[in-house]
């Protein structure tokens, strides 16, 4: 998709993409409660750990926000009201529409609408909007500090390490006191600035990272194994239990905004523009990522149960990544309709926000 500006960037849209498919086979292999596939399973093939914790897929979102804008507004100066119209422009009539969807399904459900509104209009703060809308919350706090994080990098691209510092000392400093820190370190921009400052940082080595190869396949082979060891010893849910009581998600935030800050720097250094069809399909799902990242939770634990039940047994890892591919291929029908009739007319209206 091309920016207010004109910019389109195929690698990124690959990348979103990648990121909407980890959370939507997390969503198809595990739901909520470990079905179909009970989450003390462990693939053999440690890449697909990324599948197995596919919630990590928001953290690719987060590191890919910061790089993007890193990149679009990189050597320019940013209109600031005119940036915060247009982020509203993109997030906001589809997030409307999801909210409103669910406070309806609610109401025909007797369910107490006072709490759901409640809900809606603390999203501001907290992450409390539902079918994961909860990360918009921390993409639009992220959004109040990126003149921060701009004017740091004006003096330094190393600056915002300083950012990653103080947000880990803030971290140790609430796992001492509360003896947990995964909730505010998933949950909040307490754990995601990490995610965002790695981003923009990195898109500032990304032609170091494409020359050295092997360097940047090294540091993505050593993430993903790190991956692999964390959902072998629980994950997500059981490393002990949820919310975890291991001190590890106080660096776990930054373990993930720097490998995948590398591996979207490599990869976008490195992608040659390619009319391929299987380019072009890839970019369209990325184009359409936030349309399947919102909608998705509608109907994606009714697919894995529908299969499940009617078409075979899905309790095989595997073969249950492979029926989540062909739902998030799916996912691709109502993401065309909410593009073009929902989110393409507001889209529009944006205003160019980048001045040389």
Avoid at 28 to 52: E, I, K, M, Q, S
Avoid at 147 to 154: A, K, M, T, V
Avoid at 185 to 203: N, P, S
Wanted: charged fraction near 15%; aromatic fraction near 18%; proline fraction near 5%.
């Amino acid at each position: 998709m091309k920016s207010s500006s004109g910019a389109h960037f195929v690698a990124l849209d690959h990348v979103r993409a990648l990121a909407a498919f980890l959370v939507f086979a997390w969503h198809f292999t595990h739901a909520a409660d470990g079905f179909p596939v009970p989450f003390d399973y462990t693939p053999l093939v440690f890449p697909l750990a990324l599948l197995d914790e596919g919630h990590t897929g928001v953290a690719l979102f987060m590191t890919l926000s910061g790089y993007l804008f890193a990149k679009l507004l990189d050597g320019s100066h940013i209109h600031y009201p005119a940036f915060l119209w247009n982020r509203a422009l993109r997030l906001l009539p589809l997030l409307l529409v999801v909210v409103t969807v669910v406070g309806l399904m609610k109401a025909w459900r007797g369910e107490n609408l006072a709490d759901y509104l409640d809900a809606v209009l603390m999203g501001a703060l907290y992450p409390s909007l539902p079918n994961g809308a909860w990360s918009i919350t921390v993409e639009m706090h992220y959004y109040l500090v990126l003149p921060l994080f701009l004017w740091l990098l004006r003096r330094s691209r190393y600056l915002p390490l300083v950012v990653v510092a103080a947000a880990l000392a803030l971290r140790t400093g609430l796992y001492l006191q509360r003896g947990e820190v995964q909730i505010p370190a998933y949950w909040t921009l307490v754990g995601r600035i990490d995610q965002f400052a790695f981003g923009m940082m990195l898109f500032h080595f990304r032609a170091w990272f494409g020359r050295h190869l092997w360097v940047s396949v090294g540091a993505v082979l050593a993430f993903m194994a790190f991956y692999a060891w964390f959902d072998a010893v629980g994950g997500f849910y059981r490393y002990p239990a949820y919310p975890s009581s291991n001190p590890l998600w106080i660096v776990l935030p930054t373990l993930e905004g720097l490998g995948y800050g590398i591996a979207i720097a490599c990869y976008d250094a490195r992608l040659r523009a390619s009319g391929s069809w299987l380019s072009r399909v890839v970019a369209r799902y990325g184009d359409y990522s936030y349309a399947i990242y919102l909608l998705h939770v509608f109907v994606v634990f009714h697919m894995a149960r529908f299969v499940h039940e009617h078409v075979m047994d899905l309790s095989n890892f595997y073969v249950a990544c492979l029926w989540a591919l062909v739902g998030f291929a799916l996912m691709g029908i109502p993401g065309y309709f909410s593009m073009r009739f929902i989110e393409m007319p507001f889209l529009r209206m944006r205003r160019r926000y980048v001045r040389a």
